[in-house]
């Protein structure tokens, strides 16, 4: 599409209360956004017909004003922009009637993958949570090469998931809750740049001048939820955003699964609760998952791990410290070391990125 177009997409999709199935309707009648943006007032109102802000001509310059803006960002930072009209527009998002009329992506990841999974859980993840998702990316990776992992860039399992889909080659997309001119949180900045750079995608539904609220974490959970075929969750407490997506999958009619745990572990109880209440099936394999969803596996794309990853004396002194420690906080390591926050913190980001060490909540980390 051409700068123009996309100007009046961009504005049209950022109209407060303009759903897919408000813009349909509009679109019906008049044959462009352009020219929704120059009608009169009072001619909106016989096509609308309940008076809503959207009638408003000074609201709507607003709203063209700040496309014009939001163009510049998308152009100097090569933001891909789908359309709810457009062929690449993700076909499974159409299947829900919330979807966002436009989607924000940086990445080349296909969102129309034949196979698309998502894995959320808790932010306070567990060793059993952690190793689960290690795991399943691990039997998936030699299954389903194929499969594209969806989650939320949050801490504890989304990014668990994230960082097992990249240590075992698969492409995954996290959704964010903000414009893209931001990573958040910002401790997974290099996640996102990996993410990326191994082919998958940050995508989002704001623009880069959207406020950042509450509400717009419950609200990225939709995309979650109808980017994928089915919806795993890790581990989740009694109430959580994992169980909201969980709920949100289900209301669009996909499969959810849950890993179930002991009764008595808190962060195992939602997901237990799910199970129990047959709003999830169980899944403890990859296996489980390929049943589930009717799924062949298809010939094992050839994937080369470190069995045992070569580290340096430093960066083995340092898991051999956090380990010591059972999970660290920077600042113990960098004085149970006596090394600078910045050579540390340098280390540390490559063991990440290796899969040797997990970010935890509160700048604390752990081995994997």
């Not at 499974?92 to 959320?120: F, K, T």
């Not at 296996?287 to 080369?304: G, T």
């Amino acid at each position: 599409m051409n700068e123009q177009q996309l100007t009046y997409r961009i504005a049209f999709a950022s109209i407060r209360g303009m759903g897919i199935d408000i813009a349909r309707s509009i679109l019906d009648v008049i044959p462009s956004e352009q020219e929704f943006f120059s009608m009169k007032e009072g001619e909106l109102m016989r096509i609308i017909g309940s008076r809503t802000k959207i009638h408003e001509s000074a609201y709507r310059n607003v709203c063209l004003e700040k496309a014009k803006r939001e163009l510049d960002f998308i152009y100097n930072n090569h933001i891909r922009v789908a359309y709810f009209l457009d062929d690449d527009y993700p076909a499974r998002l159409l299947q829900a009637s919330d979807a966002p009329i436009l989607l924000y992506s940086i990445g080349e990841c296909n969102l129309n993958a034949s196979r698309i999974v998502s894995v959320v859980g808790t932010r306070h993840a567990t060793d059993y949570g952690r190793r689960f998702c290690n795991t399943l990316m691990s039997d998936l990776a030699q299954v389903l090469p194929d499969v594209v992992i969806v989650s939320g860039l949050a801490f504890g399992i989304d990014i668990a998931a994230h960082r097992a889909s990249l240590k075992y080659g698969l492409h995954t997309v996290g959704v964010q809750a903000r414009g893209l001119n931001k990573i958040y949180p910002s401790q997974h900045r290099n996640d996102a740049a990996a993410i990326v750079k191994q082919g998958g995608a940050i995508v989002s539904d704001y623009t880069s001048q959207d406020d950042v609220h509450k509400g717009n974490f419950v609200a990225r959970n939709r995309i979650i939820a109808a980017l994928s075929d089915c919806t795993v969750v890790v581990e989740s407490a009694n109430k959580g955003g994992a169980l909201i997506t969980a709920n949100i999958a289900a209301s669009y009619n996909r499969d959810v699964l849950a890993v179930p745990g002991r009764i008595t572990d808190e962060y195992s109880k939602g997901c237990n609760r799910l199970i129990m209440n047959n709003q999830a099936a169980v899944i403890t394999s990859a296996d489980d998952l390929l049943k589930a969803m009717n799924w062949q596996s298809v010939a094992p794309k050839q994937v080369e791990l470190e069995l045992f990853p070569k580290l340096s004396a430093e960066e083995q002194i340092i898991v051999d410290t956090i380990r010591n420690m059972g999970d660290a906080h920077i600042n113990s390591i960098t004085q149970q070391l006596g090394m600078p926050v910045y050579k540390v913190m340098s280390a540390l980001v490559e063991l990440e990125c290796r899969g040797i060490v997990a970010s935890l909540p509160g700048c604390r980390y752990t081995v994997v």
